[in-house]
């Protein structure tokens, strides 16, 4: 006897309850790693019932543009937050060059560019369009990014 007169049959409510939701994966590519995982550990500590739908990695350095794009994909990421100004950590490419080159990649996750300037290194770059939004300073604004990227249809 697999059921006991009282047990009840799982319903489909009670089934999803018990499936977890994959995490989204959240990549921060910044040259300078400090300001990006202190902002992440703010947003967990400020909104865990959000980021416990999200898991995040970071990547500091790259030898080239395509190092860059080959480390940021093998993640498998659904948001990446892209630094303007990568420098030397990266062979030199700029935050909107690896944008353009993920993008080329075939890339149609959601890319967070950041820089203090807003979306004019972007724009300057001809790249402003191929990204989803822009934070000035990571340690404010993620959650609100995060919100508004989990309400639009994931295509």
């Known amino acids: 006897k697999l059921m006991e007169q009282g047990d009840k049959k799982p319903t489909e409510q009670s089934l999803a309850e018990n499936i977890e939701t994959p995490k989204q994966k959240v990549v921060f590519v910044d040259d300078y790693l400090d300001n990006s995982e202190l902002a992440w550990m703010e947003f967990k500590m400020d909104n865990p ?36 100004d990568l420098g030397a950590e990266f062979g030199n490419a700029d935050g ?22 807003g979306s004019k290194p972007f724009e300057k770059k001809g790249v402003a369009g191929m990204m989803n939004g822009f934070l000035p300073d990571k340690s404010k604004g993620i959650k609100e990014v995060l919100e508004k990227l989990l309400s639009e249809p994931r295509g």
């Open 49 to 84: 019932q959000l980021a416990s739908r999200f898991e995040a990695e970071y990547i500091a350095r790259a030898q080239n543009l395509a190092d860059a794009v080959e480390k940021i994909l093998k993640t498998s990421p659904d948001i990446i937050f892209m630094d303007n």
């Open 96 to 117: 909107p060059e690896v944008a353009r080159a993920l993008r080329e990649a075939g890339f149609a996750g959601s890319m967070v560019g950041n820089s203090s300037s």
